[in-house]
């Protein structure tokens, strides 16, 4: 791979001037800017490969960018996405999110460590290889959305409708990855799921003078009665039926989790906290972090919350309740599950508002994409790298790979100062070109 490399060092500027023009270019899914500007870059870059490319439209959502490239050899599809998060708050970028920025060795703009760097790094390594080892060994095939930082909520209706196009793939390159805290690369082959929901309560036709409290229902109250049967204070999720759910995780994703380096002291002091949950420690809390499943209010809201005081008797609450979801916890599954604990109760009053949900996403952390990545990241990263079973996080996984029974390993450029999703979002460019590195080896270690 010599020549790959000194194809990539040759071509650095290039590559990173094509990195700053798709960075350039909004593509905020939230707030539907940009998008299929957006998706045409991509269209054509991967022309310019020589893959057949196009957009294949999506009622309603955003273009998926779809490419094929390779005629002999294992299918490997790429996922990525082109949209980015807001950038808001701007007066917190030192440079503009959109005006693409070097400085120390760091490209800061929006959206180049959260999708666009991983997105270009990968098809810039497939014209370095084309370049210098001549015929791809492995078929390649992009699904590039652009609807991922909104809960990619096509997805499924694309899979749905394209399931011939995309069945039969023997392995799939997930979007993103970092190094983390200690510089060790770091390989993912699943994710939890997600089940958001708001949970709503009526009282009174308004807000009233809190002295008819002794005779007019409390919202507020009603919903902190319901929310307390959802937890104990141990922490144990009481939902009826919630944890008969969880299947264990297979002995290799706990062989696998093991080895996961895990620097509890350094996590509390940054978290500003003593302990964790019930004083779990060691292997107990890396454990419970990748396979539990979570019940967790994430907001509250009814009455008065100003300044000073305000006796009133709120007509409503409201409650923003997410359900970090393992196998095989679906999020239909828990959304009824939810519905029937509160009617057993007699919370049928409480209105639940499903906010969407992911199903969980766990792949083989042996298959022959997950090894071919082990192999790639010891070559460029001179290190092993650290197997993650599954994220604590959420994505779109499902749809694309476990229910087409295609396993999945994600890796990408980011590092712990990345900033994804915040202002200054930034990637080194040192990384950025590891990744171009370890896209040709995983190229060459899945065709081989
Ligand atoms: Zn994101």
């Given at each position: 791979?010599?020549?790959?490399?000194?194809?990539?060092?040759?071509?650095?500027?290039?590559f990173?001037?094509?990195?700053?023009?798709?960075?350039?270019?909004?593509?905020?899914?939230?707030?539907?800017?940009?998008?299929?500007?957006?998706?045409e870059?991509?269209?054509a870059?991967?022309?310019?490969?020589?893959?057949?490319?196009?957009?294949?439209?999506?009622?309603?959502?955003?273009?998926?960018?779809f490419?094929?490239?390779?005629?002999?050899?294992?299918?490997l599809?790429?996922?990525?996405?082109?949209?980015?998060?807001?950038?808001?708050?701007?007066h917190?970028?030192?440079?503009?999110?959109?005006?693409?920025?070097?400085r120390?060795?760091?490209?800061?703009?929006?959206?180049?460590?959260?999708?666009?760097?991983?997105?270009?790094?990968?098809?810039?390594?497939?014209?370095?290889?084309?370049?210098?080892?001549?015929?791809?060994?492995?078929?390649?095939?992009?699904?590039?959305?652009?609807?991922?930082?909104?809960?990619?909520?096509?997805?499924e209706?694309?899979?749905?409708?394209?399931?011939?196009?995309?069945?039969?793939?023997d392995?799939?390159?997930?979007?993103?990855?970092?190094?983390?805290?200690?510089?060790r690369?770091?390989?993912?082959?699943?994710?939890?799921?997600?089940?958001?929901?708001e949970?709503?309560?009526?009282?009174?036709?308004?807000?009233?003078?809190?002295?008819?409290?002794?005779?007019?229902?409390?919202?507020?109250?009603?919903?902190?009665?319901?929310?307390?049967?959802?937890?104990?204070?141990?922490?144990?999720?009481?939902?009826?039926?919630y944890?008969?759910?969880?299947a264990?995780?297979?002995?290799?994703?706990?062989?696998?989790?093991e080895?996961?380096?895990?620097?509890?002291?350094?996590?509390?002091?940054?978290?500003?906290?003593?302990?964790?949950?019930?004083?779990?420690?060691?292997r107990?809390?890396?454990?419970?972090?990748?396979?539990?499943?979570?019940?967790?209010?994430?907001?509250?809201?009814s009455g008065?919350?100003?300044?000073?005081?305000?006796?009133?008797?709120?007509?409503?609450?409201?409650?923003?309740?997410?359900?970090?979801?393992?196998?095989?916890?679906?999020?239909?599954?828990?959304l009824?599950?939810?519905?029937?604990?509160?009617?057993?109760?007699?919370?049928?009053?409480?209105?639940?508002i499903?906010?969407?949900?992911?199903?969980?996403?766990?792949?083989?952390?042996?298959?022959?994409?997950?090894?071919?990545?082990?192999?790639?990241?010891?070559?460029?990263?001179?290190?092993?790298?650290?197997?993650?079973?599954?994220?604590?996080?959420?994505?779109?996984?499902?749809?694309?790979?476990?229910?087409?029974?295609?396993?999945?390993?994600?890796?990408g450029?980011?590092?712990?100062?990345s900033?994804?999703?915040?202002?200054?979002?930034?990637?080194?460019?040192?990384?950025?070109?590891?990744?171009?590195?370890?896209?040709?080896?995983?190229i060459?270690?899945f065709?081989?």
């Amino acid at each position: 791979m010599d020549r790959f490399n000194q194809y990539v060092e040759a071509n650095a500027d290039r590559f990173v001037g094509e990195l700053i023009s798709l960075a350039r270019q909004p593509s905020i899914a939230a707030q539907g800017i940009g998008l299929r500007e957006t998706a045409e870059m991509v269209r054509a870059r991967l022309e310019r490969l020589g893959a057949t490319a196009r957009l294949i439209e999506v009622e309603g959502g955003a273009p998926v960018v779809f490419g094929e490239l390779g005629d002999r050899g294992p299918t490997l599809m790429i996922y990525n996405h082109y949209d980015v998060q807001p950038p808001e708050p701007l007066h917190l970028w030192t440079t503009p999110a959109f005006e693409p920025a070097i400085r120390d060795g760091k490209l800061y703009a929006r959206g180049v460590a959260d999708n666009k760097g991983n997105t270009m790094a990968r098809l810039q390594a497939v014209e370095a290889w084309l370049a210098t080892q001549g015929d791809l060994p492995v078929r390649l095939r992009w699904v590039v959305e652009g609807e991922e930082e909104v809960g990619s909520v096509h997805l499924e209706s694309f899979v749905e409708a394209n399931e011939g196009l995309l069945r039969g793939a023997d392995g799939c390159l997930w979007e993103a990855g970092s190094r983390d805290v200690a510089e060790r690369p770091m390989l993912t082959c699943g994710l939890k799921g997600i089940m958001y929901v708001e949970l709503r309560v009526r009282g009174a036709s308004r807000d009233l003078h809190s002295s008819t409290a002794t005779i007019v229902p409390n919202p507020a109250w009603r919903l902190v009665w319901a929310l307390s049967t959802l937890k104990d204070e141990h922490d144990r999720i009481t939902i009826d039926g919630y944890l008969d759910h969880v299947a264990p995780p297979p002995s290799e994703a706990v062989a696998v989790a093991e080895q996961i380096p895990f620097d509890e002291a350094a996590l509390k002091q940054s978290y500003g906290i003593d302990q964790f949950i019930n004083g779990v420690t060691g292997r107990e809390a890396v454990y419970k972090n990748l396979f539990m499943p979570t019940c967790t209010i994430c907001g509250l809201d009814s009455g008065y919350t100003g300044e000073g005081s305000k006796t009133v008797l709120p007509s409503q609450a409201m409650a923003k309740v997410d359900l970090r979801l393992v196998p095989n916890l679906l999020p239909d599954l828990a959304l009824r599950l939810l519905r029937e604990h509160l009617d057993r109760r007699g919370f049928t009053d409480i209105e639940i508002i499903d906010r969407g949900g992911e199903p969980p996403a766990r792949s083989p952390v042996d298959s022959k994409v997950a090894l071919a990545a082990r192999r790639a990241a010891e070559i460029v990263y001179n290190q092993p790298p650290v197997v993650y079973p599954n994220m604590s996080g959420s994505g779109p996984q499902y749809y694309l790979c476990d229910h087409l029974g295609i396993p999945a390993v994600s890796s990408g450029c980011g590092y712990s100062g990345s900033n994804v999703h915040a202002p200054d979002e930034n990637i080194r460019l040192a990384d950025y070109f590891d990744h171009i590195r370890f896209m040709g080896e995983l190229i060459r270690a899945f065709g081989a």
